[in-house]
């Protein structure tokens, strides 16, 4: 848990691979459908939620190279996953900053803008110490779905409230 990534997890050949590989494929797709449901005519967000949920779709497809270096294991698919996680990670960033922008009060901005920011600090403190690798990217996981949790959670509030309001006008 420490050393390991959720990749790793997810790796060729690794028992119960199909757990941490389901996960990511619920996560990215669900992502992209709560952003196409509350993101209404923002369509920057909703472009960049999408790339991030469908790259993480792909990062179950095409699994990380198993842990054991001693395994026979497709480098290209490894590669290739390697590829999707980077992707991943960018458009999460992206999307996190850019709903700074759309966010209607200071609270709100300065927390989306404060995640994008954490993800990358994060992401870059997995390649410079990767003893606790997987103690970083937990971190990202956490931090990063919770605030999108509330993010989106706030897009379904505030837009019932907004038509309620409109509607009572």
């Not at 590989?21 to 005519?41: A, E």
């Not at 700074?100 to 992401?123: C, N, Y």
């Not at 410079?128 to 993010?151: E, K, T, V």
Request: one cysteine or more.
């Amino acid at each position: 848990m420490v050393t390991h990534t959720t990749s790793q997890l997810a790796a060729q050949h690794a028992p119960n691979a199909w757990v941490m590989n389901l996960t990511f494929i619920l996560l990215g797709t669900t992502s992209i459908l709560d952003g196409w449901k509350r993101l209404k005519n923002y369509w920057f967000q909703k472009i960049t939620i999408s790339i991030f949920g469908f790259a993480l779709v792909l990062t179950a497809f095409f699994q990380h190279a198993p842990i054991d270096p001693n395994l026979a294991f497709d480098m290209q698919e490894d590669h290739l996953h390697s590829l999707f996680a980077s992707i991943t990670g960018f458009a999460f960033t992206f999307f996190a900053v850019s709903c700074a922008f759309i966010e209607p009060t200071k609270l709100r901005k300065t927390l989306a803008f404060f995640i994008g920011v954490l993800a990358t600090l994060l992401s870059l403190l997995i390649f410079n110490m990767p003893a606790y690798a997987g103690i970083w990217q937990r971190l990202i996981f956490i931090s990063s779905f919770a605030w999108l949790i509330l993010f989106f959670q706030h897009r379904s509030t505030f837009n019932i409230s907004s038509l309620s309001s409109n509607i009572s006008k």
